[in-house]
Every structure is written in C-alpha cells, then in structure tokens.
C-alpha cells in the first residue's frame, strides 16, 4: 500500500512497497518503455542522491504494454509476443493484467499487485473495437481497487477507435424500404473511478462513425411499371471501418437489369467514410436515390431515403458515477465524451 506521507520513514516499509533492492542507491531507476520514462514512482530520483523522504508517499508502479515487444520464452529464446500487431476489443485487467509478459512492476524488486498501486496502460499501436452497440469499446479498463490507473496513448501508432457502422441496404425499389446504416462504437470505456487518459503528441482517440443509410426506390408508371433501386449506404469511419451498404434490386414491374440495381456504397476507412452508391437506373425513366454518405469526423452520415440516419458512438464512455480525466497533449481526439446513466453500462 501506499508508504506514509509523514512520520518516521524506516527501510522495511520501502522493502515491503518496492521489494528488496541490491543496495538503496540501485532505487534510482529510469525505465524506458515506448519512449516514456519511469522512475520507481513519480519524485523518486532517477540519479544523484537519494534520501528515505523521497518515498514519502509513494506506491508501487507498473506498466502494462499494450505495444509490440519481444519476451524471454521457457527456452531462453527472444521471441515476439503473440498480440503483437493491431488488436481490438481489449479488456485491460481481464486480458493483459493476467498475461505477466505484458506487466512490468518498475525496478523488478517486487511482483505485480492489482489493488493500492499505481497503473500505467501504455498503447502505442491500433486497437479498434466491434461494429454493433455504442457501448461497445475498443478498451475497457476493469475496476482496481485503490489503485491509480493511468492510460496513456503515445506516437502514430496509438491509435484508439470506436468501429465504423457499415451502410444501410438501398431500398428493393418500392417493395423494401431502404434501412438505416449502423451505429458506430466507441474508444475507451472507462469502468475505475478516476482514470486519467493522457492522447500524447501523434496518438489518436475517436469514436467509430455512423455508416449511411440506403438511398430510396424509384418507380415510373405512365407506359410501364418501371422501379430501380437505391444506391447503398457508404461505411463511417473507424477501426474496424464500416462496409458499404449494397444497391436494393426491384423485386416486381419492368426490369432493366442490372441497371436498375443501385450501387454498393464505398467502404469507410479510419478517418474517412464511403460514398454513398448511386441509385439505380431504369431505361431513364424510373431513377433510385443515391446512399448516404458514411461519416466521418464533421461530417454526418447521409440521410439516404429515410430522412434519418444512425448515430456515431463515443471517444470515452464511462459507467454512471465513474470520474475520469482525458488530457490532450498535442494528440488528437475526435468524439463526445459521456458518463452513462441509469443501467447503462460500457462493454
């Protein structure tokens, strides 16, 4: 637990907080992990002299690595850690707290412990979440008793995304209604009061997009029945990114196939969200409209034949009564902020 802020400072306590060091002088560590440095905990010197009052108040301090790394395997062998490369849907305690290749208790003089320590998430590489609900998260924290949880996102490659929603179906010229496209999801779900989020210089944090919804029908009957379909929805922004939706098809009256089809919507991409498909065309007499636009930052999804449109999840999300703090240093972040309410809960 955290040592005393006042009172008598003895070496037993600092053993019992940090783990028997070599010497006392050897608790001037400076450990580089992702290009952020680490001392024992924040005050302790890092070089020069050191006194018992430099502990004053401090706690053990971890690091859990959400970036590429090698480890030392059963055989003595360096080899790269499995989750190395882009992941999604991350559980920080129930998925990397229990992996003891991805914890690091600073100094190596003491074993990892969850509750009255200080925890310091570092994601330096894309981790995306799931297309479906808002709640949704590319990373869920996990509660940590007393502990400080600390998550900081660093360089181009910490990247945080909610999932694009794919884009809505064109309408089956009039016989099926054009559909809404899908929700996007969000970035962070936050569920240990108090987590503070650090977006450094080149990191990235956005909710996922909305896809667009399907463009409407038409239909000409002054010589023929004539119908064509819409165009589909593009896919929001995000990672994953969202589909484009597919053109509708005329289900009955005079085909022009397949110029009557409307066309699949573009694919979204992490910043940017498809075009909308054009609708489809029959014998220039019946015309289908055209799929809304997926959407991206600033720009909504398109409306499509609905008038309506899906909505984009969240950068953070919180559990109602759960305090957090994002702090933007020269990093990007794109989406609404949001403490649940009532039974909502991130997932």
């Known amino acids: 637990m955290t040592l005393p802020t006042v009172g008598i400072m003895s070496v037993s306590a600092i053993n019992t907080e940090f783990g028997i060091a070599p010497s006392f002088g050897a608790y001037r560590v400076n450990e580089n992990h992702a290009n952020l440095l680490f001392p024992l905990d924040t005050g302790i010197p890092t070089s020069g002299a050191i006194k018992f009052s430099d502990f004053y108040g401090k706690k053990r301090n971890h690091v859990i690595k959400i970036f590429d790394f090698n480890y030392i395997d059963a055989n003595g062998n360096v080899v790269p850690h499995p989750d190395n490369g882009s992941e999604t849907r991350i559980d920080v305690r129930a998925d990397k707290w229990s992996d003891d290749r991805a914890v690091r208790v600073i100094g190596g003089f003491a074993g990892k412990r969850e509750s009255g320590s200080k925890i310091n998430v570092i994601v330096a590489k894309p981790v995306g979440s799931q297309k479906g609900r808002l709640t949704d998260c590319a990373i869920v924290t996990g509660t940590w008793g007393t502990s400080d949880l600390i998550i900081d996102l660093v360089s181009a490659n910490g990247v945080?995304?909610?999932?694009?929603?794919?884009?809505?179906?064109?309408?089956?010229?009039?016989?099926?209604?054009?559909q809404l496209g899908g929700n996007g999801s969000s970035g962070i779900g936050i569920q240990h009061s108090g987590t503070v989020v650090n977006v450094r210089s080149g990191s990235r944090l956005q909710n996922g997009y909305a896809g667009g919804t399907g463009g409407s029908g038409g239909r000409e009957t002054s010589k023929r029945d004539r119908r064509a379909g819409g165009g589909g929805g593009g896919g929001g922004a995000g990672f994953p990114a969202g589909n484009g939706g597919k053109g509708g098809e005329p289900q009955a009256g005079t085909r022009d196939n397949p110029s009557d089809i409307g066309r699949t919507g573009g694919n979204g991409s992490l910043l940017f969200g498809g075009a909308g498909g054009g609708g489809g065309d029959n014998e220039d007499q019946a015309g289908g409209g055209t799929g809304g636009v997926g959407a991206q930052f600033n720009v909504l999804a398109g409306t499509g034949g609905l008038g309506a449109r899906a909505n984009n999840g969240f950068a953070?999300?919180?559990?109602?009564?759960?305090?957090?703090?994002?702090?933007?240093?020269?990093?990007?972040?794109h989406g609404d902020l949001l403490t649940l309410s009532g039974d909502a809960r991130v997932t």
Do not use: E, Q, R
């Not at 929603?165 to 309408?171: L, N, T």
């Not at 999300?317 to 957090?324: A, E, R």
């Open 160 to 178: 945080v995304s909610g999932a694009g929603g794919d884009g809505g179906k064109g309408a089956d010229g009039i016989t099926y209604a054009a």
């Open 316 to 333: 953070v999300l919180s559990n109602p009564g759960v305090s957090f703090t994002v702090n933007n240093i020269s990093g990007t972040v």
